[in-house]
């Protein structure tokens, strides 16, 4: 009995030293995240699947970890972080005003401290029509095209959709306190093309109905010519 027994705590040390590094990892080095939205189209389509660098913005606060390539949020990073208005969920938006920052959008064109912001290479407009200011206006279209100017707190982060037309961002509910960063897009691992779920709840069998499709058409759904693209 003692030989079966000893096999068997070699298994379970195994098991919860396995355990111990996923959770490690998933906390602290990497995460995975799907792009549930449109908001940040064209660049980060609906279904893909990421990576997100966590050790990158110092995950454990003011400690330096040296052998780690640490550095601050930078304007233009793709981050990962907690709703402010809803801890448990997920967003990711594109960080264009860091602490101190005056942010000001005119006619769709984003001002940082004053000076216009070249975007050409990241953000989308869809929409051709420019909504005026107006108090008349729904805040949907009153914020969307003109916002600002307003000034950054310390240790918050202004961020956007790069879909301008089509995004729930800051322009709505404030900035993002640093604490809430998860981290930073890193490689689009996998992509699929997944048909668009309808708007009202589904029943039960609907939903396994969706799945069993999705799983048949797997691999002509998915987006090869996206595999390991690196987020930018």
Same mark, same amino acid.
Not at 57 to 71: A, K, N, Q, T, V
Not at 91 to 100: D, Q, S, T
Not at 115 to 126: P, R
């Given at each position: 009995m003692e030989p079966s027994r000893s096999v068997l705590r070699e298994y379970l040390e195994a098991l919860l030293v396995a355990i111990i590094l996923a959770t490690f990892a998933r906390t602290f080095v990497a995460q995975a995240f799907e792009i549930p939205s449109a908001s940040m189209e064209p660049d980060l389509q609906i279904g893909d699947h990421l990576l997100v660098n966590k050790f990158i913005?110092? +995950?454990?606060?003011?400690?330096?970890?040296?052998?780690?390539?640490?550095?601050p949020i930078r304007r233009g990073d793709v981050v990962v972080f907690k709703f402010p208005r809803d +801890?448990?969920?997920?967003?990711?938006?594109?960080?264009? #005003?860091?602490?101190?920052? %005056?942010?000001?959008?005119? $006619? *769709?064109?984003?001002?940082?401290? #004053?000076?216009?912001?070249?975007?050409?290479?990241?953000?989308?407009? #869809?929409?051709?029509? %420019? !909504?005026? $200011?107006?108090?008349?206006?729904?805040?949907?279209?009153? *914020?969307?095209?003109?916002?600002?100017? !307003?000034?950054?707190?310390? @240790?918050?982060?202004?961020?956007? @959709?790069?879909?301008?037309?089509?995004?729930?961002?800051? $322009?709505?509910?404030?900035?993002?306190?640093?604490?809430?960063?998860?981290?930073? @897009? /890193? /490689?689009?691992?996998?992509? /699929?093309?997944? +048909? +668009?779920?309808?708007?009202?709840g589904m029943t039960m069998a609907q939903r396994t109905r969706r799945i069993f499709g999705i799983l048949q058409h797997l691999v002509q759904n998915t987006r090869w010519e996206r595999t390991f693209r690196l987020v930018r």
């Open positions: 913005f110092s +995950p454990w606060g003011d400690r330096e970890i040296h052998f780690l390539p640490e550095r +801890p448990s969920r997920d967003f990711i938006k594109r960080c264009v #005003g860091l602490p101190g920052d %005056t942010v000001e959008i005119v $006619r *769709k064109q984003l001002f940082v401290n #004053g000076h216009a912001v070249d975007e050409s290479a990241y953000a989308f407009h #869809g929409d051709a029509r %420019t !909504y005026p $200011r107006s108090m008349l206006l729904p805040e949907e279209f009153s *914020k969307r095209d003109n916002y600002g100017p !307003y000034s950054v707190p310390q @240790g918050e982060y202004f961020c956007l @959709g790069d879909n301008r037309d089509n995004s729930n961002d800051s $322009r709505f509910w404030g900035p993002v306190p640093r604490r809430f960063v998860k981290g930073r @897009g /890193l /490689l689009i691992y996998w992509s /699929l093309k997944v +048909p +668009p779920a309808p708007k009202e």
